[in-house]
C-alpha cells in the first residue's frame, strides 16, 4: 500500500521538551516538505527537502529541526524555541521531474502544548 | 513575491445547485496551478491540476477548473453540489526558488453544501 504515513497521529508534549514527528514516504519521491497548519492561515513551509542530505529552510523554520539521512525519510524536530508549537503538521512529497509534480499529502500530526 | 489568493474565507451553496470557489495567483513565469480538498483532520487529497494545454482541467469527484490568463485566476468549478462536498479547500501553486520547487498555497476556503 503506497503512500506518506505519518506518526504519531497526535502528541501532548510538555513546555521546554522537544518532539520528534515522524514522515515516511514508499513513492520513491525526490522531494519532501513539512507544512504547518493553523486555523485560517492555511498552510506555512517549514523545511524542505530536494535529495537525500539536503534541505532549506521554508518561511517558518525558527525552532524546527529537520534531517534527511534517507529518501523515504523526512523527520521534523519540534525544539523547546518554538514558543507557539501547538498546530496540525503535515508532510508532503513529490517527484521532480517537470510534468509529475504533484504533492501527495500525509494524514497529519496534531501536536498540542500542555 | 509570488501568492495565492483565495478571496472568500467561505463558500455555502445548496445541494444540486452549481459551486465555484475562487483562486487567483500571482507568479514569474508559467503558472503549475492545483487544487486541494481536505476534510476535518486529514491530510490534503489532490484534486486536478494545470500545467499546460486546454484551459478547463477536470480532476476527481466532478471537479473542475478553469485557467485564465489574462485573469491570472484558476477557479474551482462543480455543477452540481454534494453535501459531501463540505470541506477547506486549498488552492496552491508551483513555485523555484534558488534552492528548488516548492508550493505557495492559498490561505484556503471552507465550502458548506447545505441538504
Known amino acids: 500500500d503506497g503512500g506518506i504515513t505519518q506518526s504519531p497521529k497526535y502528541l501532548f508534549r510538555k513546555e521546554g521538551q522537544n518532539v520528534t514527528l515522524s514522515c515516511e514516504q514508499n513513492l520513491n519521491h525526490d522531494a519532501m516538505y513539512w507544512y504547518r497548519q493553523d486555523p485560517g492561515q492555511g498552510l506555512r513551509l517549514i523545511y524542505y527537502?530536494?535529495?537525500?542530505?539536503?534541505?532549506q529552510k521554508g518561511d517558518i523554520a525558527e525552532g524546527y529541526s529537520v534531517s534527511r539521512e534517507k529518501k523515504e525519510s523526512f523527520p521534523l524536530t519540534v525544539t523547546s524555541a518554538q514558543k507557539n508549537p501547538t498546530a496540525f503538521y503535515l508532510c508532503?512529497?513529490?517527484?521532480?521531474?517537470?510534468?509529475?509534480?504533484?504533492?501527495?499529502f500525509g494524514p497529519g500530526t496534531r501536536l498540542t502544548v500542555l | 513575491a509570488q501568492s495565492v489568493a483565495q478571496p472568500e474565507d467561505q463558500v455555502n451553496v445548496a445541494e444540486g445547485n452549481p459551486l465555484t470557489v475562487k483562486c487567483t495567483y500571482s507568479?514569474?513565469?508559467?503558472?503549475?496551478l492545483f487544487w486541494y480538498v481536505q476534510y476535518p483532520n486529514r491530510g490534503l487529497q489532490f484534486l486536478l491540476k494545470y500545467i499546460t494545454g486546454d484551459n478547463l482541467v477536470k480532476g476527481s469527484y466532478g471537479f473542475e477548473a478553469e485557467f485564465n490568463k489574462s485573469q491570472t485566476s484558476f477557479h474551482l468549478k462543480k455543477p452540481s453540489a454534494l453535501v459531501s462536498d463540505s470541506a477547506l479547500y486549498f488552492c496552491a501553486v508551483r513555485v523555484f526558488d534558488n534552492y528548488g520547487q516548492n508550493f505557495v498555497f492559498g490561505p484556503g476556503t471552507r465550502l458548506s453544501v447545505l441538504p
Open positions: 527537502s530536494q535529495i537525500v542530505n539536503d534541505f
Open positions: 508532503a512529497s513529490s517527484m521532480e521531474s517537470v510534468n509529475t509534480d504533484t504533492q501527495y
Open positions: 507568479v514569474s513565469g508559467n503558472p503549475y
